[in-house]
């Protein structure tokens, strides 16, 4: 998911982290100093359209190193929250660096995650224009409900429950869409679907560009 602008650091601002409040965390997310940056792949290639497999191996080296790798291919394309498939990997993890509508930072990584959502009878849905780091350049306004759970595990196995409201809920949503397969595209008309990849066409080579810049300043 793409970020949308917000300035931390200021006095009042929060963080938390793998969803228990934080007194600080680095700009650059936890352990992506240790990462590598790899591909990220575009909407239209088949990791993208299918169901991610589950985890079923926890506390590996390789779990955390895909962790790792995840935060700093996110930073690096000023990402709010980047799935495994979105690395070319099938499985069922996605990391985030997010903004709720409050000024509070989230940060953290969720394996396995089962994403729960309001009743009908108190749901709220908002239209807010939304980023994906796999369709570059194109944003386009999309119906999420302004509060979100999501349960699942850490990299070593540990449960977690992250709740999220407003654009921390809408990434949750996001993120969990794409290890079910499926991209914020499949929730938009026909029309509004081809202006989006119309902008991601008009706009690819300038965001990609903007990356490699990006990683090359940090030694990537």
């Not at 992506?32 to 079923?56: D, K, Q, W």
């Not at 409201?165 to 029309?191: I, K």
Request: overall charge negative.
């Amino acid at each position: 998911m793409s970020v949308r602008h917000q300035r931390f650091g200021t006095p009042d601002s929060r963080t938390r982290l793998q969803g228990r409040p934080v007194e600080d965390c680095p700009a650059l997310p936890p352990g992506a100093e240790r990462g590598a940056v790899r591909r990220i792949t575009v909407v239209g290639e088949e990791v993208l359209s299918r169901p991610c497999r589950e985890v079923t191996e926890f506390g590996t080296p390789e779990l955390s190193a895909l962790v790792d790798d995840m935060f700093l291919t996110m930073y690096v394309a000023d990402g709010a929250g980047l799935a495994a498939n979105q690395v070319d990997v099938d499985l069922r993890l996605f990391v985030y660096d997010c903004p709720d509508d409050h000024g509070v930072r989230h940060v953290g990584h969720l394996v396995n995650p089962v994403l729960e959502l309001p009743g009908p009878g108190d749901r709220r849905l908002v239209d807010e224009f939304e980023g994906c780091l796999s369709v570059p350049g194109a944003a386009m306004a999309v119906p999420r409900t302004d509060r979100a759970v999501a349960r699942g595990f850490d990299k070593d196995g540990q449960p977690l429950v992250i709740e999220g409201t407003g654009y921390f809920a809408r990434c949750l949503q996001h993120e969990t869409d794409h290890l079910l397969g499926h991209t914020y595209l499949d929730r938009l008309s026909r029309r509004d679907r081809k202006d989006a990849l119309r902008q991601m066409e008009n706009q690819h080579e300038e965001v990609l560009a903007r990356r490699v810049s990006k990683a090359a300043s940090l030694g990537h």
